[in-house]
């Protein structure tokens, strides 16, 4: 279990000198605890003590990293079950799987299609941020060909073999890019381990069940292998669902350092549609690494969107800049709509105002990233401050016109408005897939 400030206060010299920054050893011992600042801050703690701190400091899951350069994929290090208990801080590598049975055309194509799989959401970037190459063809040639052809995505990538041999041989080409090695097994783990040190590269280890996993993850810790991965291959879905929750649970809330590590899962079910859904699921629950044979972008871009879902900070809605936007060949006629820096409803008002075809500035006012309707129970969205932007010479400059339209969920908000701002104010549709509507017939007849 992670310490408690008072049991950390115990362990530090107990001076009060402030050399930390803090004003009390006791201030100091809450932040650790809070993890909101580092041991080494103090200066004065004794070795003894260090060494005991450091392992209840030690995160619950590992830090994997797999790759290298700016595109590595980090995975690991989560601290709750529950997204809204604080945060989930790596999102998972989403990858699609190449096997080397496939000819050169083939395989060609596949990697295409993998190079395509990039996507623009809410304004953030998103793709296939992980390549698996499968050494299906069970020699050593093809293998070698697969993950050249895969090398070129420049992603990181995950090596799967049965023979250690066909993965030293590859291992040989890129080790530098430290892919992730799987699987060691009950009979292969002497072997994948050796490689996994003498390539210095993270390694995976898979048994189909919790109780034949542990003692191979106790083997690899041994021998010395730090960066471990946990494929729980279980031969049905529900099984590795059962096993993934298992695992995260026993890592954070019974501190078991054998299991606290990040998961993989590879999904083979046929029919895509089934296959996306399951793959979500692991995506929610609790995988590090998630791998599939989908490589179309309506089989990815869901997956994606649900790892950019939850794995943004619910403390820090994503936001947009909060100022004046015009949407296509905008004149000072134009109309002017009002909305908030949330980043879904800015993007969402935006798509419709562009699939409308009629030139519109948006007014993105800051309510700290919430929605309308969050915004405007909260005060963050009100007249005074609707306003004070019409009338500010952002506005001025741009918009010749004095009509402004504001969210249909703040219509009660119109007379204000009209008294503080001296605009005329004109209640737009409730749901954005009415904004192209109600340019198109409302604001023209205005
Ligand atoms: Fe206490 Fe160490 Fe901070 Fe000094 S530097 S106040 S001894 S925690």
Not at 140 to 159: E, N, R, Y
Not at 206 to 228: C, F, H, S, W, Y
Not at 311 to 340: F, H
Request: aromatic letters at 4%; hydrophobic letters at 45%; charged letters at 20%.
């Amino acid at each position: 279990m992670a310490l408690k400030a008072l049991d950390i206060f115990k362990l530090l010299p107990k001076t009060n000198c402030k050399k930390c920054g803090c004003p009390t050893c006791l201030a100091f011992a809450m932040k650790l605890a809070q993890k909101q600042t580092s041991l080494d801050q103090c200066p004065d703690v004794s070795e003894a003590s260090k060494v005991e701190l450091a392992g209840a400091a030690a995160p619950p899951i590992r830090l994997v990293t797999i790759g290298a350069g700016p595109g590595k994929l980090e995975i690991g290090n989560e601290t709750v079950l529950f997204r809204h208990e604080e945060s989930f801080y790596h999102a998972p590598g989403i990858g699609v799987m190449v096997s080397d049975a496939l000819d050169g055309t083939a395989l060609k194509a596949r990697i295409e299609a993998i190079r395509k799989l990039k996507f623009v959401r809410v304004g953030l970037s998103m793709q296939a941020n992980v390549v698996a190459v499968v050494n299906a063809s069970g020699q050593a040639a093809p293998f070698a060909k697969a993950v050249q052809a895969a090398g070129t995505l420049d992603l990181p990538m995950v090596l799967m073999s049965s023979q250690a041999a066909h993965l030293n041989t590859v291992l040989a080409m890129c080790a530098d890019k430290k892919p992730l090695i799987h699987a060691a097994t009950d009979a292969t783990a002497d072997a994948f381990i050796a490689l996994a040190k003498t390539h210095n590269c993270p390694l995976a280890v898979t048994a189909p069940n919790l109780d034949k996993l542990v003692p191979l993850v106790e083997k690899a810790r041994a021998a010395g292998i730090q960066d471990i991965v946990l494929d729980v291959a279980c031969p049905r879905v529900p099984d590795t669902l059962q096993a993934l929750t298992a695992i995260r649970r026993l890592a954070l809330k019974k501190n078991m350092r054998v299991l606290g590590y990040p998961c993989l899962v590879t999904n083979s079910t046929v029919d895509p549609l089934v296959n996306v859904a399951e793959c979500g699921m692991f995506v929610a629950k609790y995988a590090g690494i998630v791998l599939a044979e989908l490589d179309q972008p309506e089989q990815l871009l869901p997956l994606l969107t649900i790892s950019q879902n939850l794995y943004t900070d619910p403390r820090k809605p994503i936001q947009v800049e909060a100022k004046l936007n015009a949407i296509g060949a905008v004149t000072p006629d134009s109309p002017l709509m009002i909305t908030t820096n949330f980043s879904l409803t800015y993007y969402t008002v935006a798509g419709e105002v562009e699939a409308s075809r009629v030139p519109a500035y948006i007014g993105v006012l800051d309510t700290e990233g919430t929605s309308v309707l969050t915004a405007f129970a909260s005060d963050k969205l009100t007249s005074e401050k609707i306003a004070a932007f019409l009338n500010s010479d952002e506005v001025k400059s741009k918009v010749s016109h004095r009509k402004v339209i504001i969210p249909g969920y703040i219509a009660v908000m119109s007379g204000s408005l009209k008294e503080d701002s001296g605009w005329t104010v004109l209640v737009g549709p409730r749901e954005a897939s009415g904004i192209s509507k109600f340019l198109k017939t409302t604001w023209t007849n205005t």
